[in-house]
């Protein structure tokens, strides 16, 4: 099993940034794939960004390319999501998921590709 925590979330200005953490614990966190989602009020759950279990492979939603970017430390089992250039559009609760199926290649961006879940952390851009 894998478990994830979520933390940096916070109170930001449009145009500031914000990097969340995830902190995994178990053994296999190094194999697997890691992705980002965000739910607005209202909303679905929606996909983010993911990161292949190396770090070779990125994924990204369209509307947050070139603004976010997804990063990894194996070693210490934390997954990162640098946000920038942020917009109240991006206010929502970002939860960090894990997809246990060892050294997949392809980086899932759809919600059935993942299997753990963390209970999220809050980021709110005011304009």
């Known amino acids: 099993q894998v478990q994830l925590v979520e933390s940096g979330g916070g109170l930001v200005q449009a145009g500031g940034s914000l990097r969340l953490s995830c902190a995994a614990s178990?053994?296999?966190?190094?194999?697997?794939?890691m992705g980002w989602f965000r739910q607005a009020p209202g909303k679905e759950r929606e996909f983010v960004a993911g990161?292949?279990?190396?770090?070779?492979?990125?994924n990204y939603a369209d509307s947050v390319k070139g603004r976010f970017t997804i990063s990894r430390d194996n070693a210490k089992n934390t997954v990162y999501l640098q946000m920038s250039g942020l917009k109240p559009e991006d206010t929502a609760v970002y939860h960090c998921?894990?997809?246990?199926?060892?050294?997949?290649?392809?980086?899932?961006?759809?919600?059935?590709?993942?299997?753990?879940w963390g209970r999220g952390t809050q980021v709110t851009v005011s304009s």
């Open positions: 998921a894990a997809d246990l199926t060892p050294r997949r290649t392809v980086v899932s961006t759809t919600r059935s590709g993942y299997d753990y």
């Open positions: 178990g053994r296999t966190f190094s194999f697997c794939t």
């Open positions: 990161i292949s279990w190396s770090g070779s492979s990125t």
